[in-house]
């Protein structure tokens, strides 16, 4: 089975704060994925990265960075964490593999529920 | 803590009997789909998935139908069981966009003994 974990399942930080959430894959995925995850708002995708030291923005990247140094391991960071980034915070991963019809789902760990006061 | 449920259409069905689970999907060049299975303080849970080359596959317990005519995914559950009651939602890959997901919404499903 896929395993992804994610380090904390509760943070607490002050507005203003460097922020890191860690997340590691144990089965060799190419893709990792930083979203989160607010009521009515589902799930909003905030940057993804295909390889090590390679990442791309998502949809709501301002405010976040990301680090990819191993291929096991992806980070987001909050750069100056503020109460609007109080949230679920989701990583996943998937495979690439190449050709038509080749997708591949992506797996989720259990989440980081980070609230800055 | 507040729930992700919170705020989405709920389907509540009787132990036992089948669940159907809808999703409209919003690309026509969407080439992939997947149903997940959120529990409560979980992340979501892969269910099952289908290409856009089938229109039904079938899991354990569970079966998904595709229609492109009209962008239309669901999530077939028989004899649902309380251990089923979950936040659902359907995820669509749109062909040529680098493994990313575009996320519905989703769906409680809560299950009445």
């Known amino acids: 089975d896929v395993k992804v974990t994610q380090s904390s399942r509760y943070l607490v930080k002050r507005t203003g704060e460097k922020v890191f959430l860690e997340c590691v894959q144990d089965?060799?995925?190419?893709?990792m994925f930083w979203y989160r995850q607010d009521p009515g708002l589902g799930l909003r995708l905030i940057y993804f990265s295909y390889d090590v030291k390679m990442k791309e923005k998502g949809d709501i990247p301002e405010g976040y960075s990301v680090s990819r140094e191993k291929k096991e391991r992806f980070s987001l960071i909050l750069e100056s964490a503020s109460t609007n980034q109080t949230s679920m915070y989701l990583c996943a991963s998937s495979l690439i593999m190449s050709g038509r019809g080749s997708n591949q789902p992506q797996h989720f760990g259990d989440g980081t529920r980070l609230s800055i006061l | 803590g507040e729930s992700v449920g919170l705020h989405l259409p709920t389907l509540s069905v009787q132990e036992g009997d089948n669940s159907i689970i809808n999703c409209a999907y919003s690309?026509?060049?969407?080439?992939?789909f997947i149903w997940y299975k959120q529990e409560s303080g979980k992340g979501p849970q892969f269910i099952i998935d289908i290409r856009s080359n089938m229109d039904k596959r079938q899991g354990q317990r569970v079966t998904v139908l595709l229609n492109k005519t009209v962008k239309h995914l669901s999530l077939q559950i028989a004899a649902t069981q309380p251990g089923d009651s979950a936040v659902y939602f359907c995820?669509?890959?749109?062909?040529?966009?680098?493994?990313?997901?575009?996320f519905g919404k989703g769906i409680t499903l809560s299950v009445r003994p």
């Open positions: 690309n026509s060049a969407s080439d992939y």
């Open positions: 089965m060799d995925h190419e893709n």
């Open positions: 995820a669509e890959n749109i062909a040529g966009a680098n493994s990313k997901l575009t």
